[in-house]
């Protein structure tokens, strides 16, 4: 009797000592997910690139839910139709061709109902559309799919596809992956709103600069071709999406000082004399005095005031040379004369563009920077740019 009670405590103990461990292991899966879940909120806003945003929503779900793939849907207002902005994993890109009408398919039904689902055994669901399937040659087994709401308004659903480890999803993952649909929608919601608001900026900008242009009769649509040439430019050089999107705005308001020189130099129908060249060298520092008020525009600056220096230092307006000159100056300074070189002016006839280009091989490393010279060479080879 005793050594029968002694092995039942045994046996109790053995059993305290699994559930423990069980517990356990089931805490430290709590927090191991709820830390990967702060850290993926923590990467999702720290940039307000779209792009980059909806890519990191993605990663995000598929390394916190731990499933095979991903997927993110945002729904077109205009059409009513859920379409994939990124879907993960090695068919990823023939799923973004398939498009589902609000209501159609899982997806279609959380985007109608607003509400989440957990499907175990997909092959059983009456609601699932097999084209994304069908497209990608992938079977989809079990899904969580949850709505991404901005103030009650769904602007799409993510999707966690075929959990690994020969596991389903539980409610346990429903909940954590709403938490991470919430930080998904925030994310893609402030992008989108930074996105609107640097587009205005832009386009404001743009006005300004032909407001000024309609001033220059001979000058018509140089700006825009300016633009055009400095984004052609680096597309063949070491830059990241901020510093491209600095050197536009530079190119687009490169010019700006034009606005405080005289119409009757600005719309002279003949080749400036010394003094009122020396009065259009002005410009750069116009520019500069008009922008440097905006104190978000200072980093734009630089190309302004700097497009006209050279490297052997015989450029305006501070006689900078080599290195000393940013670079963001150095590309608009190549987009610059290549438009000058290319278009009529009163006093002579737009060159053509192969001599044009042979003109800035031969200022390359004195007039302007080698390195810049080539990516435009590069760029008008590639057909990034065209007569």
């Known amino acids: ?25 089931k805490s430290e899966s709590k927090i191991k997910q709820f830390t990967t879940l702060a850290e993926l909120s923590t990467i999702l806003n720290s940039t307000l690139d779209q792009e980059e945003v909806r890519k990191r ?17 945002l729904l077109d207002d205009e059409t009513n139709e859920l379409y994939f902005e990124v879907a993960l994993g090695e ?22 109902y607003g509400e989440p689902l957990l499907i175990t055994d997909v092959s059983k669901d009456p609601r699932h559309s097999r084209k994304a399937d069908e497209r990608s040659e992938f ?68 006005a ?13 649509g140089h700006t825009k071709r300016v633009v055009n040439y400095s984004m052609s430019i680096v597309k063949y050089l070491d830059m990241n999406h901020e510093e491209k999107e600095r050197i536009k705005i530079s190119a687009i308001l490169h010019d700006i000082g034009k606005i405080g020189i005289k119409d009757k130099i600005l719309r002279k129908p003949s080749e400036l004399d010394k003094d009122e060249f ?6 750069p520092i116009l520019g500069q005095e008009i922008m440097e008020k905006v104190t978000q525009l200072k980093d734009v600056i630089p190309g302004m005031r700097y497009h006209h220096e050279r490297l052997d230092g015989k450029g305006y307006p ?8 940013p670079l963001v100056a150095k590309i608009i300074a190549v987009a610059d004369a290549f438009d000058a070189m290319t ?7 737009a060159l053509k563009w192969e001599t044009a280009i042979d003109n800035l091989r031969r200022g390359s490393g004195e007039q302007f920077d080698g390195e810049v010279v080539k990516a435009f060479i590069r760029s008008y080879q590639s057909g990034d740019i065209s007569d």
């Not at 929503?57 to 849907?73: D, F, I, K, Q």
């Not at 278009?343 to 006839?349: A, L, W």
Request: proline content about 2%.
């Open 208 to 220: 300004l600069a032909d407001a000024i242009e309609k001033r220059d009769p001979y000058t018509g």
């Open 1 to 25: 009797m005793k050594v029968s009670l002694k092995n039942e405590n045994l046996f109790r103990i053995q059993r305290l000592e699994k559930d423990l461990e069980c517990t356990l292991r």
């Open 91 to 112: 068919k990823g890109e023939k799923v973004k061709e398939v498009r589902l009408k609000v209501g159609e398919g899982i997806a279609g039904w959380v985007a109608e």
């Open 278 to 283: 020396e009065e259009m060298k002005k410009h």
């Open 318 to 325: 501070d006689g900078l040379s080599g290195n000393k000159i």
């Open 57 to 73: 929503a993605m990663e995000a779900a598929t390394r916190l839910m731990n499933c095979e793939v991903g997927s993110l849907l």
């Open 343 to 349: 278009t009529d002016r009163p006093y002579r006839r």
């Open 139 to 206: 079977k989809t087994r079990d899904m969580l799919c949850v709505p991404l709401k901005i103030k009650d308004k769904v602007i799409g659903v993510l999707e966690a596809i075929n959990k690994l480890e020969r596991e389903v999803f539980n409610n346990e993952d429903l909940e954590l992956f709403k938490m991470l649909a919430n930080q998904v929608a925030i994310a893609i919601d402030n992008a989108r709103l930074y996105k609107e608001l640097q587009e205005t900026f832009l386009q404001t900008a743009e």
